[in-house]
């Protein structure tokens, strides 16, 4: 128990695996904080209320009622209430879209933020928009693309503190889906790495996407016949999906100004692959972005500070 | 128990889910037959020999050694026992290799026939050329393509009785892998099909392989935003697969005699898709091409008939 006597408001990031929650002070310094595996995937409707009133009760005293703020997959209609998506362009710096959730525990001023849609070609996001107006909020002036990676990897256009457009690709969801389900699960299962393996078939997938199925029964193969190294065959899985994608994803990345926001190693993967095709990308930390972009989206909705 | 008088031999047809065995008299008429779920992924080493024992027992009695011809993943490494690939270009109508699986029980005189294995660019097949064995032995002076849709479809060259070189494409299981786990699992959760937007789903991605991944999760935010037909995202997802697989195996295709051999609709499928693209091509029943290859290996291998 640490009550927080000078605790104004909660920001939280609750996404399909993982909760991360930072109580802050008038001037959005951390007071405290933490994060666990109570991700909404593994939560029914009517368990998020209860699992935010215990989370609260070591920050908060008495019936105090406390601006809460969440982003992410909390929002979906799976989640505990569906927070709409706005629709593209959307400015970030000056909007900021919510619904308000009614709790039974008075303590909870719960909002929860919306994601963001595009009509045509259909898409979606939901959690990265406000990653993307935490980087906006530092670098207002920003113009050019965003390469958000991930399970859903986004290519994001953005200018003037505007999302102009953007696409998905379900490059994370294959990999996993192939090293954990595939026939490739034993060729594939090592931690190792190597990176000049890895850029030479990101060049081959771009030159040659059409030849993916085949690329991936090869590494089968290859493991067959030629006994290859499993961190071998591991890393070109990777790089003939993103090489693949990176064929598909051309218009946002070739002549571009490119930010990459991710964490850990993902991060690193996606600059060599750029990197390996002449591209210069700028990583920036993605926890941080989620942080400053809860913070920007509570001065839009409450408009302190 | 019906023990069979005229039994002659015993052709096995043991892949990765099923096992089908026919009992065959001297001319190589069907005496019985069967078929379960016995597939080789689902057997230890040592439960092989029980199960063969076990299931010849109706047909053979007393002493008498069978001869038993199999085909399949039942010679993979992780089968009975392990039978060798042999190599491209390789001679279907002439050569027959396989291993002789040493037994216990005295009533099994059991071979296993090899797969095929291809050095540049690496590719393997085990139990398919059992099938291009038999369609060939009804049209041995066929020249052209064959393919064989599945879990992983191959695309054949074959001439004068040989397999000249192949190419395996992970599309069945890519779409078992997307429809069973990944994201799209419930937007795609339908028996219902769709021929006109699986076609144009394939000419799209024929055109556009790089797009793959994106075109994947728009089927999951026209889902989203659009309320999509489940039946519709099904076929679309299968012609995003089939056309990318389509636009690799274009040399395999493009102004080339094929033949689709395959069972179910799987067969159906296949064709539309190269029809959608003006090519005919026409097919012919999995089942009879391995009975007849299982009873052509049986003749080159024992001289008889």
């Given at each position: 128990?640490?009550?927080?006597?000078h605790l104004c408001?909660?920001?939280?990031?609750?996404?399909?695996?993982?909760?991360?929650?930072?109580?802050?002070?008038?001037?959005?310094?951390?007071?405290?904080?933490?994060?666990?595996?109570?991700?909404?995937?593994g939560l029914e409707n009517d368990a998020f209320e209860p699992l935010l009133s215990h989370k609260i009760s070591n920050w908060v005293s008495g019936d105090i009622s406390i601006?809460?703020?969440?982003?992410?997959?909390?929002?979906?209609?799976q989640g505990w209430?569906?927070?709409?998506?706005?629709?593209?362009?959307?400015?970030?710096?000056?909007?900021?879209?919510?619904?308000?959730?009614?709790?039974?525990?008075?303590?909870?001023?719960?909002?929860?933020?919306?994601?963001?849609?595009?009509?045509?070609?259909?898409?979606?996001?939901?959690?990265?928009?406000t990653q993307i107006r935490g980087f906006l909020s530092n670098f207002s002036n920003f113009d050019g693309i965003i390469c958000l990676p991930g399970t859903?990897?986004?290519w994001v256009q953005v200018s003037a503190g505007e999302v102009i457009s953007f696409r998905t690709f379900m490059s994370g969801e294959l990999f996993a889906l192939m090293s954990k389900y595939s026939v490739l699960k034993h060729s594939v299962n090592s931690d190792g790495w190597n990176y000049q393996e890895f850029n030479s078939a990101v060049s081959e997938s771009i030159s040659n996407p059409q030849k993916l199925f085949s690329d991936f029964f090869k590494l089968r193969a290859?493991?067959?016949?030629?006994?290859?190294?499993?961190?071998?065959?591991?890393?070109?899985l990777s790089g003939h999906i993103i090489g693949t994608e990176l064929a598909g994803a051309k218009p946002y990345w070739l002549g571009q100004n490119i930010v990459i926001l991710a964490n850990s190693d993902l991060s690193k993967v996606y600059k060599a692959a750029l990197e390996g095709q002449g591209v210069f990308a700028q990583e920036v930390d993605a926890t941080k972005c989620t942080f400053d972009g809860l913070t920007k989206a509570f001065s839009l909705i409450y408009g302190r500070y």
């Open positions: 128990m640490k009550i927080l006597k408001w909660i920001a939280v990031d609750w996404g399909s695996s993982n909760l991360r929650m930072w109580a802050l002070n008038k001037k959005n310094e951390t007071l405290d904080s933490f994060s666990s595996n109570d991700g909404m995937l601006p809460i703020l969440c982003c992410g997959m909390v929002g979906a209609k209430m569906e927070a709409p998506y706005a629709t593209v362009p959307y400015n970030l710096m000056q909007e900021s879209d919510s619904v308000k959730v009614a709790c039974t525990d008075n303590r909870l001023d719960v909002r929860i933020l919306g994601g963001l849609k595009q009509n045509n070609p259909a898409d979606v996001m939901r959690g990265e928009e859903h990897t986004k290859d493991d067959l016949l030629k006994k290859v190294e499993k961190s071998v065959l591991r890393s070109k």
